[in-house]
């Protein structure tokens, strides 16, 4: 199994009624609501930047990244939509669209890549502290197995990118 289907996989079970389970079913509360209007604002920021780089990048490494990025963002937007019962991310303001507006505006080659890589870290490290922010405050066993699984790949995703910043820097 590819690590795109294990990831899908291990967020379709963390989406299986509460009731289902024996657990008594409960409604978004502001924790929940926060959390997922955080990390789909965060996440659209690393989803939108990703789809130009999957254009303008010229390192291999950082283009396959991009690629990666920009389709688990897709699939984690969706999880989190479905989990949170909403229809629409928030669209990015402020950092975020700034960073897509600067990345959209750089021409293609090495100094493109690294601030793709730049805003990439800066962006995980922001998901990293909405998951953390949520997993020690929220309650709700959907939203914390969704905030944990993110936690890990963010994480994982930090550790690839400072490889590609060195490799490429």
Not at 28 to 41: D, I, N
Not at 92 to 106: F, R, V
Not at 126 to 151: F, M, N, P, V, W
Request: net charge neutral; hydrophobic share 40%; proline share 2%.
């Amino acid at each position: 199994m590819n690590r795109r289907s294990l990831i899908q996989s291990a967020l379709a079970a963390s989406l299986v009624p509460t009731s289902v389970l024996g657990q008594s079913s409960q409604t978004t509360t502001s924790l929940e609501a926060k959390h997922a209007s955080e990390t789909l604002e965060a996440g659209t920021v690393a989803l939108e930047t990703s789809r130009v780089a999957m254009n303008k990048a010229t390192d291999a490494n950082v283009k396959r990244f991009a690629q990666f990025e920009a389709a688990e963002q897709e699939t984690v937007a969706a999880v989190i939509k479905d989990a949170a019962r909403i229809s629409d991310a928030p669209k990015p303001s402020g950092d975020g669209k700034a960073m897509i507006d600067t990345l959209a505006s750089l021409p293609a080659g090495k100094s493109y890549d690294l601030a793709y890589v730049k805003g990439q870290i800066d962006g995980h490290n922001l998901l990293l502290q909405i998951q953390e922010a949520y997993l020690s405050t929220g309650k709700d066993a959907t939203h914390r197995s969704i905030a944990a699984l993110a936690r890990g790949h963010i994480k994982e995703h930090l550790a690839n990118l400072e490889i590609l910043q060195k490799a490429i820097g």
